[in-house]
């Protein structure tokens, strides 16, 4: 018998001790009440709890958190009905703030979600709504995060997780965005078509450009060749001229020179030869000294008359 009242008081004192002993995890708090009022927020680590006249009365973790509002309606400035949810990512900061603030902080928070978001959308036309989510989302940010001080929340950050405009506004846009695709579409190809055609004009302007350049080329070098063939036969004219003064050639055949140069001049049809006098006469003169002195005849003289053979009379 006294051995079992021993055990039963181990058992007692066992379970008391278990019961004042406390291990507080990683990234949770305790808040401790002595006798109902508020007396001190155990940390992670061990911690001793007085039996009846310590009581906790709330374990909150301190790790950042998600808060995913459902879908509510937002009207617009120009009154269009949408459909909006949020995600606010919070953290508790201070334990004691977050268990004495509000009676229920997390309900609180998604509240003043709600009717901070309504009230910045309202400000805003639709497509502004469409087109700020940055905006809202950084101004539901600072107002959140400073209205929940009190509470000990700490709002790192809010977004817009859908907009959902009524199908009729979803038609509209879908057919506004195809006819703005279509319009550029069809500046795309007026571009691409003017940008051909300037090309088109440039290439024809080139080319016009290198053809009257080489046409130019090409009579310069035609007009340079004429010019150095004339200056050849000059010059071998001239050549020829002189050797001929040099060799000790009279005048006579000088002139008979010049005559025959005319003579060459006049092959073309319908060409006319004016002979200077001097010419005629020194013509003249050498065509009397070349019969006189048979200089230059290239005449056969005619053949002797053949002897007339006769008959003979025995043989008739």
């Known amino acids: 018998m006294v051995f079992f009242i021993i055990a039963l008081v181990l058992i007692a004192i066992g379970s008391l001790c278990s019961a004042c ?31 009846v006249v310590e009581k906790i009365i709330n374990k909150v973790t301190v790790k950042e958190q998600v808060l995913d509002s459902p879908p509510q309606p937002v009207i617009t400035k120009d009154n269009v009905t949408m459909q909006i ?35 910045l959308v309202g400000e805003l036309e639709l497509d502004g709504t469409l087109t700020s989510r940055d905006t809202i989302n950084a101004k539901m940010t600072e107002i959140l995060d400073e209205a929940t001080d009190k509470w000990g929340i700490k709002v790192n950050r809010v977004e817009l997780k859908n907009i959902i405009p009524p199908a009729e506004i979803q038609n509209a846009m ?24 300037i090309t088109r004009a440039e290439g024809d302007k080139q080319a016009m450009i290198l053809a009257a350049e080489g046409e130019r080329d090409a009579r310069i070098a035609r007009a340079e060749g004429e010019a150095k063939a004339i200056f050849l036969a000059k010059k071998a004219e001239a050549d020829g001229l002189r050797a001929l003064k040099e060799a000790g050639v009279d005048a006579a055949v000088l002139e008979i020179k010049k005559y025959e140069a005319l003579v060459a001049m006049s092959n073309g049809k319908a060409s006319k030869i004016i002979v200077p006098t001097d010419a005629v006469e020194m013509t003249k003169a050498n065509v ?7 200089l230059g005849d290239v005449t056969q003289p005619a053949p002797d008359e053949a002897p007339v053979v006769k008959d003979d009379p025995c043989c008739d």
Do not use: C
Not at 94 to 114: C, E, F, Q, R, T
Not at 178 to 195: C, I, N, S, W
Not at 288 to 294: A, D, L, T, V
């Open 21 to 51: 002993v406390k291990i507080v995890p990683q990234t949770y708090e305790y808040v401790i009440e002595f006798l109902g009022k508020y007396k001190t927020t155990w940390k992670a680590g061990l911690h001793f709890k007085l039996p």
């Open 85 to 119: 949810d949020t995600v606010i990512y919070y953290s508790i900061y201070d334990a004691k703030l977050y268990a004495y603030g509000a009676v229920n902080p997390i309900s609180a928070l998604a509240n003043l979600a709600a009717t901070t978001l309504r009230n």
């Open 174 to 197: 879908e057919k506004q965005m195809k006819a703005e695709r279509d319009r550029r579409e069809t500046l795309l190809q007026a571009e691409g078509h003017k940008a051909a055609a």
């Open 288 to 294: 009397m000294f070349s019969e006189i002195s048979g």
